[in-house]
């Protein structure tokens, strides 16, 4: 019997190329779901709402598989078992396969269905929903622009981007808004998604059980370089973060030596100081993220470059180069111009 079924599997054997292509598939979405994406990963998560939701993922992935495993061994088994050649006849059934096709194909995809709905409803939307404003000790404000996010803390007169600092262990209401069209704001190992909606303001809590830099990225197609319009949270413990904070509160650093003192000029006297606002200083635009402390970021460009001179010397340079599409124009200034403002802007911490 087994040898006779051996031989007929043999003889019409499964399309081996499809075969192939699907294993493949099924193995490299299992390596992707066990590594994750490093500091952007849902599966592994930081804080309660996320680990809800991470919860949620392998449940439904381990009933999926189980499901996946079940059809194919039925499959399997209708196959090698088969009495004809070609596709079975559909007519009569016997008790036992009409019962399998009711208990496999109705009564247990209603009962997981309907648990999953409910784990998904009662607990996982509850845990992730907008926190009660009275449950929260600190608001954050980010908001969405072509490309870059504006960070504000209410109350005080910070200003950053890209780069959201929060104390560790604390209740943080982050608020979502938008200055053009629809992003969203996704901090995986942190929450869930909320867009920001014109004209709308969504609120989510952001709260994170260990110190450290966890990465985000806008999940909402916005235009050429959404990709590129990513972020950190630096989860800091709460004394660090109030000297983080009290630090930015303060206006401009003044450039020290003639070369910062220069590319101050050079930035008063051009465009810089219409799109750009450097507190303490003439320049009040808002247009581009504001630069009062540039240097306290640790990337450039929602992420796209790190915050260096090299880098940022080549960026006005050439603004268009890494980051094709924004609203940065090229200044035509010499190296040598360019070299002052970078000395310039690299002085404000
Ligand atoms: Cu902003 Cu996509």
């Known amino acids: 019997m087994a040898r006779s079924t051996l031989r007929r599997f043999r003889q019409d054997r499964l399309p081996s190329p499809l075969i192939r292509v699907a294993l493949w598939g099924a193995a ?7 590594a994750g994406c490093g500091e952007q990963s849902p599966l592994k998560p930081e804080s309660d709402p996320a680990r809800d939701i991470a919860k949620l993922t392998w449940w439904m992935f381990g009933i999926a598989g189980v499901v996946f495993g079940g059809a194919v061994v039925m499959l399997l088994i209708g196959w090698l078992t088969r009495r ?14 009409t019962g399998a096709v009711v208990v496999f194909g109705i009564v247990i995809p209603v009962v997981v269905l309907i648990g999953v709905f409910a784990f998904a409803n009662l607990v996982v939307l509850d845990d992730t929903d907008a926190p009660k404003a009275s449950s929260t000790e600190l608001t954050v404000e980010v908001t969405g622009n072509q490309w870059f996010w504006e960070v504000r803390y209410p109350g005080t007169k910070a200003v950053t981007a890209n780069e959201i600092h929060i104390p560790v262990r604390t209740r943080v209401n982050l608020v979502g808004k938008t200055d053009d069209v629809i992003h969203s704001i996704w901090i995986p190992q942190l929450n869930r998604k909320i867009d920001t909606v014109p004209g709308h303001r969504n609120r989510i809590l952001l709260y994170a059980d260990k110190p450290g830099r966890y990465r985000g990225q806008c999940a909402e197609f916005c235009g050429l370089q959404h990709a590129h319009m990513s972020m950190y949270v630096f989860a800091d413990p709460p004394e660090r973060f109030r000297a983080w904070l009290r630090n930015m509160e303060r206006p ?21 100081a219409s799109c750009h606002t450097i507190r303490g200083t003439a320049a009040r635009g808002d247009i581009g993220p504001d630069l009062t402390h540039l240097r306290d970021r640790t990337t450039l460009a929602g992420l796209t470059i790190p915050n260096r001179g090299d880098y940022l010397l080549r960026w006005i340079r050439d603004p268009q180069h890494f980051k094709p599409g924004n609203k940065m124009p090229a200044l035509g200034l010499s190296d040598a111009q360019i070299q002052k403002l970078v000395t310039y802007l690299e002085g404000l911490r």
């Not at 490299?28 to 066990?34: N, S």
């Not at 004809?84 to 396969?97: D, Q, Y």
């Not at 030596?257 to 050079?266: F, V």
Request: glycine fraction near 12%; include cysteine.
């Open 28 to 34: 490299a979405a299992v390596a992707l779901a066990v």
């Open 84 to 97: 004809e050649e070609g596709l079975p006849f559909i007519g009569k059934r016997s008790n036992v396969e």
């Open 252 to 272: 401009e650093a003044p450039p020290a030596g003639p070369s910062a003192r220069g590319g101050k000029r050079i930035f008063m006297a051009n465009q810089c």
